[in-house]
């Protein structure tokens, strides 16, 4: 790996990268699962998931949830590793958000994925992140429906972490990314969010969300893609 012992006993010491010891005395031993789990990039792996164009290769069967049965039986997994990692975050809220991220996507595509059904979503307790993607129709195919005024994705991504809409209430734990949204200004997590070439940071310090459009041409995809650090 490339690094000093000093730095590996930080990671250990900090839940970033744990070893153990078979006895007392002995010397500190690492699993080569959780060493190519450290190693990987599992934002890079979600991201070119989601952009390859025209499409992806298929992901690993850990990484894919072909329906929303299988991502709930994969975040409950998430739920449970959590609490058995002993990571000092407020689980319930952060399995919540995933929830929420996760089971949107579902939710809007139902019967209308472009091409690839379902979602990935991976997560990694060493580095304490989650990410979740979909090849959906994005939030803008997704609000024009209820607000046809809208015109891009940066003004839909703006309408769908603070505006109610009537036409999508009532959504389940606090209507939807608005929910999502106030989680984060609330508690240690932060996200990131994309919708096609449009994306998103929440400011703490101002309650202000960050939106940042890519511009037509230079990222040309459909679906959402999350962040989530803990």
């Known amino acids: 790996m490339n690094v000093s012992i000093q730095t590996l006993r930080r990671w250990d010491k900090a839940g970033k990268l744990k070893s153990f010891r078979p006895h007392k005395t002995s010397k500190r031993y690492y699993r080569k699962a959780d060493m190519d789990l450290f190693l990987e990039d599992i934002f890079a792996l979600a991201f070119k998931w ?4 025209p499409l992806p ?3 690993k069967p850990e990484f894919y949830c072909p329906t929303n049965d299988y991502f709930r039986f994969r975040l409950d997994k998430f739920n449970k590793e959590l ?3 002993e990571i000092n975050v407020d689980i319930p809220l952060l399995t919540a958000i ?3 991220i996760g089971n949107n996507s579902f939710d809007h595509n139902l019967g209308n994925w472009p091409d690839v059904p379902g979602i990935f979503f991976t997560y990694d307790l060493n580095k304490r992140q989650a990410v979740l993607a979909d090849r959906g129709q994005g939030i803008l195919n997704t ?3 209820v607000k046809p005024s809208l015109q891009t994705e940066s003004e839909a991504i703006q309408t769908a972490f603070t505006e ?3 036409g999508r209430a009532p959504e389940t734990r606090g209507n939807g990314l608005k929910f999502v949204r106030q989680v984060i200004l609330t508690s240690s997590f932060d ?6 070439n449009a994306s998103l940071r929440i400011d703490k310090k101002t309650n202000q969300l960050q939106i940042m459009d890519y511009g037509v041409g230079l990222i040309h995809v459909h679906g959402t ?3 989530i650090t803990f």
Do not use: H, T
């Open 98 to 100: 995933a929830g929420e």
């Open 164 to 166: 109610i809409l009537s």
């Open 225 to 227: 893609l999350a962040q």
């Open 143 to 145: 609000l024009k429906r």
């Open 191 to 196: 996200l990131f969010f994309q919708s096609g």
């Open 50 to 53: 989601w952009s390859n164009q």
């Open 57 to 59: 290769a298929d992901p």
């Open 83 to 85: 609490e058995n990692a």
